[in-house]
């Protein structure tokens, strides 16, 4: 079976600082690993996604996130913080079906000027 | 290109009433999905179609809740009689194959529902 873990339920940055989200994964089978963020009121938006090629994975929005198996971990990072990015990050891994996503419970990004 | 349309963005019922979400994907997108997100958790995968047919419905409550796709493209997920711990966004996403569905779906905005 898969899993997500995220560590932190809100992540406070001040605009201009490093954003780093954590994220840790369980899974049976090489794990395709996903990163998606929800703006109020809005559906999930994918960010980047991780389907074992690169271990660097570039995204949207200047967002970036790294594959390292030895950890488990799927961290996602971004230089620097733009009030712009305050939002929801869900972190996901394919599940057990050929297509289904298990979702972490999310991390609350807020941004502070 | 349209996205994933849902409607109602906004539904309060009572507690036994039945409610009822349409969804209509991606023109041309074969996979359908339903999705409950209860506040502060991750949106949970309730049942998953291939154009018309069931591929997942291992975690769909079968006894209140029910969903159909008649004709491979708009969804309808219903509730029949709603519960206080069916207080959640019920989220549609679609993607153009079963395959495509492992690298990308696309959501829609969801329903906000609030049993009362």
């Known amino acids: 079976a898969q899993s997500v873990t995220q560590l932190g339920s809100h992540v406070s940055v001040s605009e201009g600082a490093l954003v780093l989200l954590r994220c840790n994964y369980s899974?049976?089978?090489?794990?395709?690993l996903f990163w998606y963020v929800q703006y109020p009121n809005q559906g999930l938006q994918l960010l980047l996604k991780?389907?074992?090629?690169?271990?660097l994975v570039k995204g949207i929005n200047g967002f970036e996130a790294e594959f390292k198996k030895s950890e488990t971990s799927f961290h996602l990072t971004k230089p620097s913080a733009h009030m712009s990015d305050a939002a929801e990050y869900f972190c996901?891994?394919?599940?057990?079906?050929?297509?289904?996503?298990?979702f972490g419970k999310g991390t609350m990004l807020l941004v502070s000027p | 290109e349209a996205g994933v349309a849902q409607s109602p963005r906004y539904k309060i019922i009572e507690k036994r009433q039945s409610v009822a979400f349409w969804c209509n994907p991606i023109?041309?997108?074969?996979?359908l999905y339903w999705y409950q997100q209860i506040l502060g958790q991750g949106p949970k995968l309730l049942i998953q179609?291939?154009?018309?047919?069931?591929?997942?419905d291992s975690q769909l409550p079968k006894d209140r809740f029910s969903a159909e796709r008649l004709k491979g493209v708009d969804s309808t997920l219903k509730i029949q009689p709603a519960k206080l711990e069916d207080s959640a966004v019920y989220l549609c996403?679609?993607?153009?194959?079963?395959?495509?569905?492992?690298?990308?779906?696309?959501f829609g905005p969801g329903t906000r529902l609030t049993v009362t």
């Open positions: 996403a679609s993607s153009e194959t079963i395959a495509s569905g492992g690298y990308e779906q696309y």
């Open positions: 899974s049976s089978v090489p794990p395709y």
């Open positions: 991780y389907t074992s090629a690169a271990t």
């Open positions: 996901a891994v394919r599940g057990s079906g050929y297509s289904t996503l298990t």
């Open positions: 023109s041309g997108h074969a996979t």
């Open positions: 179609f291939q154009n018309n047919g069931v591929v997942d």
